[in-house]
């Protein structure tokens, strides 16, 4: 996504294939954090956090509508690991420079439980608070393809490119089958991106059958919780559990965000599963810091997401395999970029596009990305469901035309019918998934919430695409048989 806006706000001609909706994959499943990386810092990748906090600054300039500003709270147990902590991070706060978003500082025990009513007081000392910003991943990702469309470019979902075309060993195009009707086309391009996450060696092996895999996949796992079980608008950081790892329990759309795991997969699935050890190490790890502590029982969503890593030989922990991004040519042409974050999609694109002019021979265009702002850019913090920014007062007008779609889908969220028929209308949803999923974040806050409204959303996307009662029911039964793997009796 940030490729295609790039190139396309420098004048190129862009065209984006995704294999199945937007954010389906690793980049609707993070930590929903914009941040520089208080852990990179701590294994020493100086250039990784330096580079991750300048675009963080960027991406809340130009996403005010998604990216929010986040206080974050270590609690300490032993001296040494606070003045640690804080000495850290105030280096964290002067790489930031004039992108930070407030001073790290030192609470007493008692500041950190009124922060944290929630949090275990015994043996502790006091805490660290230091700020990062939230985000909301799969939305970022439907405004960037909004943005881009908006500057030229053409970004369609569910075209799945199945083969190269070559000239003389050189790619000049790709053909791609239309999933939802199965036409196939052809298109001509002077470069191919190959930017497909954990899905690159698959296409890479399209252009050399011999291909040697240059990914290595990395899970991580989420729980959501009940916001009562941390009433407090601080999030907390976890620095080291009892496997080195860290772990973060963050609110996140009136609920409680808990994760990550960090867990070495062979294989890749488009829809990854959490396993029960990763479940208990998160409930296990939260059970030493939080009173009450939450319980399997309690957890309302569970999802998993494969980070993209580039593969190491000496390497075999994934935690040691460097977040920071790479960028290769075969000898085809074909250009392909591995690795990289969330917070710096924006530099990564950046950088991709700047090889593919070179490879091209395209004429040169500066990129323009620091400036432009994301689709539902907005100055107004007020708006009721405030993730759509400036499309708020189009969603209301609207509403004055259809007021029947003024119906809330449920009670525990701010959205109504009227913000299904806008995901078909304005951001490409095709499917019950798409709009549970990724346009509206359901699925990802509450699983059974989402089975319970997937037959009024089938209903009302039907209505609005045309599509027929037993369109419904296929909708319907694949999103219940999906959602399974997203609530916590079924793991």
Known sequence: MGTALDAASRGYSVLLLERSDFAKGTSSRSTKLVHGGVRYLGQGNIRLVYEALRERGILLKNATHLVKPQSFIIPCYNLLQKIKYLVGLKLYDWMAGRNSFGSSVSLSTKQVSEHLPGIKLKGLIGGVQYYDAQFDDA???????????ENGAVVLNYCDVNSFIKEQGKICGVTATDVLNHKTYSVKAKV??????IFVDDI????????????????GVHLVVDNSFLKTPDAILIPKTSDDRVLFIIPWYEKILLGTTDTSIDQTN?????????????????????????????????FAGLRPLAASVKKRDTREISRSHKILVSESGLVTIIGGKWTTYRKMAEDIVNRAIAIAGLHNAECITRQIKIHGYSDNRNNTVSVYGSDEEKIN?????????DVLLDDQFPYKDVHVIWSVREEMAMTVEDVLARRLRILFLNAQTAIDLAPRVAGLMARELNYDEEWIQRQVNQFRQLAQNYSIKSN
């Open 139 to 149: 939305r970022l990702a439907i405004n960037l393809a909004q943005t881009a469309t």
């Open 270 to 302: 488009i829809e990854p599963v959490a396993l029960g050890k990763e479940i208990e190490f998160i409930l296990d790890t939260a059970k030493k810091y939080l009173d009450p502590p939450p319980r399997r029982e309690d957890v309302l969503s569970v």
């Open 192 to 197: 191919v991106i190959n930017a497909t996450g």
């Open 397 to 405: 007008k609207l509403l004055q035309q259809e007021p029947s779609l």
């Open 204 to 219: 890479l092996k399209l252009d050399r059958i011999q291909h040697r895999s240059l990914i290595r996949a990395s899970q």
